[in-house]
Nanobody
Framework: QVQLVESGGGLVQAGGSLRLSCAAS????????MGWFRQTTGKEREFVAA????????RFADAVKGRFTISRDNARNTVYLQMNSLKPEDTAVYYC??????????????????WGQGTQVTVSS
């Protein structure tokens, strides 16, 4: 059984930074693409970033390019989302997810098969 547990969310002022972590249980973590999504009330879940199994490739939503980075530590079964220069519009619940697809890095939520419970990020103006 695969479990994904996010942490690191919180309240931060605009311009600040946060680092989200997602710890995965289960075998073969290093074989899967990992992604981050976010969702606000009344809106669909939105793609944020994805990273290949080897960390050789990453993909970002236009809204976060240049501000967010995604990384992973396969030895620790953990994926990270470093968020810099945060804006109030980044406020959302952030989810990590696992995909069995390899390439191109998937951006649709339906292409991810396991999800964490989410962590709240609130950016104040």
């Amino acid at each position: 059984q695969v479990q994904l547990v996010e942490s690191g969310g919180g309240l931060v002022q605009a311009g600040g930074s946060l680092r989200l972590s997602c710890a995965a249980s289960g075998r073969a973590f290093s074989s899967f693409v990992m992604g981050w999504f976010r969702q606000t009330t009344g809106k669909e879940r939105e793609f944020v970033a994805a990273i290949s199994w080897s960390s050789g490739a990453t993909r970002f939503a236009d809204a976060v390019k240049g501000r967010f980075t995604i990384s992973r530590d396969n030895a620790r079964n953990t994926v990270y989302l470093q968020m810099n220069s945060l804006k109030p519009e980044d406020t959302a619940v952030y989810y990590c997810a696992r995909s069995s697809l390899r390439w191109p890095l998937p951006v649709n939520a339906r292409d991810y098969d396991y999800w964490g419970q989410g962590t709240q990020v609130t950016v104040s103006s």
